[in-house]
């Protein structure tokens, strides 16, 4: 079991900067694969950026180049680093945890969220 908690959201404005941290509870936390996702309203939910266990990395392409994913696997915490926020960036951003177990099923764990609302 690994619990999830996010922080670091808010309201900035367009053009500026916000780091998401979210910290996870339990053992083997290097063995996951950390991801941050984001649901507007009205809208599915998207991947915006994933870091595996050995530290490589994907981003969605709407944030590519703009938002830095990094974990800190002494410290149990994964981060987003989010530059040039833009209004289209607003969303609740939630944290993901997930490896394959025995049966080669994945197996997720999610955060509660955090909201980032970029104005105008």
């Known amino acids: 079991q690994v619990q999830l908690v996010e922080s670091g959201g808010g309201l900035v404005q367009a053009g500026g900067s916000l780091r998401l941290s979210c910290a996870g509870s339990?053992?083997?936390?290097?063995?996951?694969?950390m991801g941050w996702y984001r649901q507007a309203p009205g809208r599915q939910r998207e991947l915006v950026a994933v870091?595996?266990?050995?530290?490589?990395?994907n981003y969605g392409d709407s944030v590519k180049g703009r938002f830095t994913i990094s974990r800190d696997n002494a410290k149990n915490t994964v981060y987003l680093q989010m530059n040039s926020l833009k209004p289209e960036d607003t969303a609740v951003y939630s944290c993901?945890?997930?490896?394959?177990?025995?049966?080669?099923?994945?197996?997720?764990?999610w955060g509660q969220g955090t909201q980032v609302t970029v104005s105008s």
């Open positions: 993901n945890a997930n490896y394959a177990n025995v049966l080669g099923s994945r197996v997720d764990y």
């Open positions: 339990g053992t083997a936390f290097s063995a996951y694969a």
């Open positions: 870091i595996k266990p050995g530290g490589s990395t």
